[in-house]
């Protein structure tokens, strides 16, 4: 042992004989992520530096500003394509003046010491960005490019507080005193990145900021979008990849290529791995095919396409683009298409409506069907999300077995901020799992578009916009279905259609393979309840196309009953939800009575069309419901009324 201290003594003696006023300490070799690191106190700060297994002929470099080790992923692709990484610890400097001659000594030292190159690779998270821009405005020539991630930019907005940001009361105290400033002061001070970004962008010093749309903590209005607009005013390249539905938290990407290839691209592209292509990035599952609906459209000329889903498929856009493909594909092929789209509706309205708005019109040969953003929007449990589903596809099966079926899973933030997480939206997971049992393809476009937001292709407030896409986003939904089009039909006709067989026994007791409408006018009307052969609103609410001018069963007072015979496991009403709208009382079979809400998160601004199913378990037999308006309703609701258009039975 005192031999060894002795030897380290020795070391650290002719270290600061060579090195003069940079204080080093005797380094200890650690691992990280199976890499060599050496770690070691310079100027008494701790100091890392990361060795690759085969260093590349640049000797490339990538410097982390702050904490050291968290979400690591680019900096180990990098190693592994040849870079360093290095580290010093300034924490207590706030990335202030003190913290730049700090950056310069350690830099002056690593080029000496380690022959690096002289242009290095600046990473910043959180308060990290307060470091690598003022470093890097006043070392523009030395910095390859810039990767900040949720990078603060302005003191103002973080640590301060001042505007939308959460802010720190105790780191706010400690960089006011770190960068010797006071309240009255703060507002002309230029010595942070909303300023000094110009500076790099002058200097054509490439940057990519990856930012949490939902961030709190560093709000990107804040920072990042400033930062950016003074950027390309001064002529610098930015990147931006927003992640939708992300806040402060998680920092990078869980799949780091996008960052890697930036960064590659602007120090060794030689290193860069080639560049995939577009269809990489389209989430099909191929199971099954579609070749049944070709044979007839090919050899009968004749075809009925049908599509069923929520406002995304009722909207004009991707479901038009389908049909002309399919009319140019087969130009001698007479097709019937069926738009059974109703907005706000989802599988459990779909397998209860799907005889009545789409098997009725005949034969389907092709059907689409979505659901997963309204099933998981209007707060469908996972079971209720898979009984939907498997009744909707049991049901088109059974009307035909030679029935081809695409299942679409389209995109919202809710699904974008899954996906950036690493986890699969649990709706998803649940009409997976149907598509899978009857082999059905499926095109998950929430995955396609959150990936290539992520390889920041696009973006979705300046491109897609909203769950309701705009012209780019229903032209990317075309051509991600025409691909899977393509790849399906890209062989030879088969020489007879497949026949389907569904499984003897089906996913869950209680799917709603058998869901249907029942007529209002089969209730027995107690008391309070009246039928309306055309409602309509009185007020100058929104309402839905196909839910006004119809008949509706109608009570708006409390004590208002009802009673309803009805054969089946499932009972549920399909309504009209508006600012009206009360609580609802049901028994089935004389049990003590629950309550069901009727007003929804829109009630306020819409008559919605909305199915309450009130329980889906019972036994297969004869049931009878007794509902009665209650005298209590939602805060938020300016009455107690009920509209009911049909009954929704599963027998």
């Not at 990538?62 to 360093?84: M, S, V, Y």
């Not at 913290?99 to 690096?116: F, G, S």
């Not at 939708?244 to 890697?260: F, N, Q, R, T, Y």
């Amino acid at each position: 042992m005192k031999r060894a201290r002795n030897l380290q003594l020795k070391i650290t003696f002719w270290i600061l004989l060579f090195f003069g006023a940079h204080y080093i300490s005797a380094a200890q070799e650690t691992n990280y992520h199976g890499f060599k690191c050496l770690d070691f106190k310079f100027e008494g700060h701790d100091a890392k530096i990361v060795f690759p297994a085969r260093p590349e002929p640049g000797l490339h470099w990538i410097w982390r500003a702050r904490f050291w080790g968290h979400e690591p992923q680019t900096e180990i692709a990098l190693l592994e394509k040849g870079f360093h990484v290095v580290y010093v610890d300034g924490a207590e400097y706030c990335g202030n003046n003190e913290a730049v001659t700090l950056w310069n000594h350690y830099y002056d030292y690593l080029i000496k010491e380690y022959h690096l190159n002289l242009k290095t690779v600046l990473e910043g998270f959180s308060r990290g960005g307060l470091y690598i821009y003022n470093w890097g405005s006043e070392n523009v020539d030395k910095v390859a490019c810039i990767y900040a991630d949720a990078p603060v930019c302005d003191l103002r907005s973080w640590p301060g507080g001042k505007w939308k940001g959460v802010g720190s009361p105790d780191d706010w105290k400690a960089h006011l005193i770190a960068y010797n400033l006071i309240e009255e002061t703060i507002n002309e001070f230029r010595g942070m990145p909303v300023y000094n970004a110009r500076k790099l962008a002058e200097a054509h010093v490439p940057a990519i900021h990856v930012c949490g749309a939902k961030d709190e903590v560093v709000p990107m209005e804040e920072n990042t979008d400033i930062l950016v607009k003074t950027y390309r005013e001064a002529g610098g390249e930015i990147k931006v990849i927003i992640k939708e539905g992300c806040g402060h938290h998680p920092h990078s990407l869980k799949d780091p290529a996008p960052i890697v290839s930036f960064i590659l691209s602007h120090t060794a592209p030689e290193l860069a791995d080639p560049p995939l292509p577009v269809e990489s990035k389209m989430a099909i599952n191929f199971r099954g095919n579609i070749e049944n609906c070709r044979i007839k459209f090919e050899r009968e000329k004749i075809g009925r396409v049908a599509f069923l889903g929520g406002s995304i498929t009722y909207n004009p856009g991707w479901r038009d683009l389908v049909c002309q493909y399919l009319k140019q594909r087969f130009p001698h092929t007479k097709f019937e298409f069926i738009s059974a789209g109703i907005p706000s509706t989802g599988s459990t309205p779909g397998a209860m409506r799907i005889v009545r708005d789409v098997l009725s019109k005949g034969t389907i040969d092709l059907l689409f069907e979505e659901a997963a953003v309204n099933d998981a929007t209007n707060g469908i449990s996972p079971e209720v999300q898979l009984r939907g589903m498997e009744g909707i596809i049991y049901h088109a099966i059974k009307s035909n077995p030679f029935i081809d079926i695409v299942m679409l899973h389209f995109v919202d933030p809710d699904k974008m901020a899954d996906y950036t997480s690493g986890k699969t939206p649990e709706v998803i997971e649940q009409h997976e799992k149907v598509a899978a049992y009857y082999s059905i393809p499926s095109i998950n476009l929430a995955k396609e578009v959150t990936d290539r937001i992520l390889n920041g292709e696009f973006t979705w407030r300046d491109d897609f916009k909203d769950l309701h896409p705009s012209p780019f986003g229903q032209q990317l939904y075309f051509r991600t279905i025409s691909h899977f089009f393509e790849r399906s039909w890209d062989m030879p006709t088969s020489e007879k259609q497949q026949y389907k067989t569904l499984p003897n026994k089906i996913l869950d007791q209680y799917s709603y393979i058998n869901g249907h409408f029942d007529p209002i006018g089969t209730a027995k009307l107690k008391s309070g309840w009246k039928l309306v052969p055309r409602w309509e609103p009185t007020d100058k609410v929104s309402t839905r196309e196909g839910f006004v001018d119809v008949p509706v069963l109608e009570a708006t007072q409390p004590g208002a009953t009802l009673k309803l015979k009805f054969w089946g496991t499932a009972i549920g009403l399909f309504i009209t939800s508006g600012p009206d709208a009360g609580i609802l009382e049901y028994s089935i079979d004389g049990t003590e009575f629950k309550k069901v809400d009727q007003f929804t998160p829109w009630s306020e601004q819409l008559h919605l069309p909305w199915l309450l199913m009130l329980t889906d378990s019972l036994k297969n037999s004869k049931h009878i419901l007794t509902l009665r308006v209650s005298a209590t309703s939602n805060p938020r609701s300016i009455g107690n009324a009920c509209r009911i258009h049909q009954f929704a039975v599963n027998n």
